[in-house]
């Protein structure tokens, strides 16, 4: 069975690229009938926060990728990486170094003045620990192999390989016995019987480490996948000049989960010349082949546009319940009772002028305000001069209407232009700006019919008694 996992630091936010990583691993445990695992690498404990685990699982449950079984925190495995690690020891695979903090800092210098990276020297590889200075507790380091290389047939890369001189002897345990990230990564992996590692090539030259670990533990490696990291529009890494990098900034900024998946999908992953690709195709579609080995441009343009798309698909009932919060904030006298009703009936014209939640919203404002409606600039030189006197004989002749629907209302409408020998805008701008306090909405007629006869009519009443 195909066992994926998803494993992020919990020192942040769940960052747009770890988004994509848990999609693809997602993605792909779910085309092969798999698991999808979450472990939470919290072994830096100064670093790792609650709030910083609650956003990922915020993150993870906004784009609806839900994991299998319950969240593997790193920390609270430590007791089984040190005991891996003791194993090595005992095996010769591993063994105890006493260099001082005074010595290490000679290393990093000396490689520094020699402009190459630093390497710790194996010093205390083959060293009696009879030598051992007093009062130095020791680390664990790996007995890493001197001769030959280390390969990778990595799925998405190809295969890369590395001479193993270009490899130190990594600590498996600290000085204080707490495992390291390269012990306990590899351990775990082995333990949730992960199958396919999935990750960012930032992670590439630890594979490399975590390969020997494996093979000196006489587990058998899994498949390795690295995907290219995301860059922004101008080519460079993503980073927070680029604006917001938090999965849940995206929400708040109004973008659709199901928007931002078939983007995330699409930065590095083809099928075809599809585009606008649904949880189920991506399901059936996805697999490693497919994604390519460049860099991505994450470009926001392009997400709001598919967010458009998919605004314009979504269930009204749902958008309404995603709209109403964003208009409590811009109404400080509240939203009218009727306000839910009225969002589902007429979001389908709005939705034709939005790209996110917010511009949905703000469009939206007029169906939910409660009487009497603030009327703008435009609004008011609209009802200025003829505008008024033309709204007040409509209403008279609005009230008589039993059928209130659209097409009824329209033709009303239009005999009253036909009466007063005006075109139908002279007649139709005053009224909306009466109905909507703009000189901008969706078709006015379709607008009367979503406020009801009631609300339309008290609303002209309102714009009538306009001083």
């Not at 988004?19 to 779910?30: C, D, H, P, Q």
């Not at 956003?55 to 993870?60: E, F, H, P, R």
Request: glycine share 8%.
């Amino acid at each position: 069975m195909v066992v994926t996992r998803f494993a992020p630091s919990p020192t942040g936010f769940l960052h747009i690229g770890g988004a994509r990583t848990a999609l693809f691993n997602w993605l792909f445990a779910k085309h092969h009938g798999g698991k999808f695992l979450l472990r939470i690498e919290d072994t830096d404990r100064a670093r790792s926060t609650q709030a910083a685990v609650d956003a990922i699982y915020g993150g993870l449950k906004w784009l609806e990728l839900d994991w299998d079984g319950e969240a593997v925190s790193q920390f609270e495995r430590r007791g089984r990486h040190a005991e891996v690690a003791h194993k090595l020891l005992a095996e010769g695979k591993a063994y105890h170094c006493y260099c001082t903090p005074e010595e290490l800092t000679a290393m990093r210098e000396e490689a520094k003045r020699a402009g190459r990276p630093m390497m710790y020297d194996g010093r205390w590889r083959d060293r009696d620990p009879a030598d051992a200075p007093v009062g130095i507790a020791p680390v664990v380091r790996f007995k890493a192999p001197r001769g030959g290389s280390t390969a990778i047939e990595d799925r998405i890369q190809g295969r890369v390989e590395v001479a193993n001189d270009q490899l130190d002897d990594m600590v498996l345990l600290r000085a204080d016995g707490t495992p390291t990230y390269m012990l306990a990564v590899v351990v775990d992996d082995h333990d949730m019987a992960v199958t396919h590692v999935i990750r960012g090539d930032d992670h590439l030259t630890n594979t490399f480490r975590q390969v020997q670990l494996y093979l000196a533990s006489g587990w058998d490696l899994p498949v390795f996948g690295h995907l290219p990291l995301l860059h922004g529009a101008d080519g460079a890494k993503l980073s927070k000049r680029h604006g917001a990098q938090n999965v849940e900034d995206y929400r708040d900024m109004g973008i659709l989960p199901e928007a931002m998946c078939n983007y995330l999908l699409r930065l590095g992953w083809g099928h075809g010349d599809d585009e606008i690709i649904d949880q189920a195709q991506a399901v059936e579609w996805f697999d490693l082949d497919a994604v390519g080995r460049a860099p991505s441009r994450f470009d926001m343009d392009k997400l709001l546009n598919l967010n458009a798309h998919y605004l314009r698909q979504a269930d009204p009932a749902r958008l309404a319940r995603l709209v109403l919060p964003e208009l409590a904030k811009r109404l400080p006298t509240g939203t009218s009772s009727a306000a839910e009703e009225r969002l589902i009936k007429g979001l389908n014209s709005l939705t034709e002028r939005s790209k996110n939640i917010l511009e949905l919203a703000e469009n939206a404002m007029f169906y939910a305000m409660q009487r009497p409606i603030p009327i703008n600039d435009k609004g008011r030189k609209l009802l200025d001069g003829e505008g008024r006197p033309v709204v007040e004989s409509l209403r008279s002749a609005l009230e008589q209407i039993s059928d209130w629907s659209q097409g009824v209302i329209e033709e009303q409408v239009r005999q009253l232009a036909v009466e007063r020998d005006v075109k139908l805008g002279t007649v139709a701008q005053p009224l909306r700006a009466a109905l909507t306090g703009s000189d901008k909405s969706p078709g006015i007629f379709e607008v009367m019919e979503v406020l009801g006869r009631d609300e339309t009519l008290g609303r002209i009443d309102d714009a009538i008694a306009l001083t």
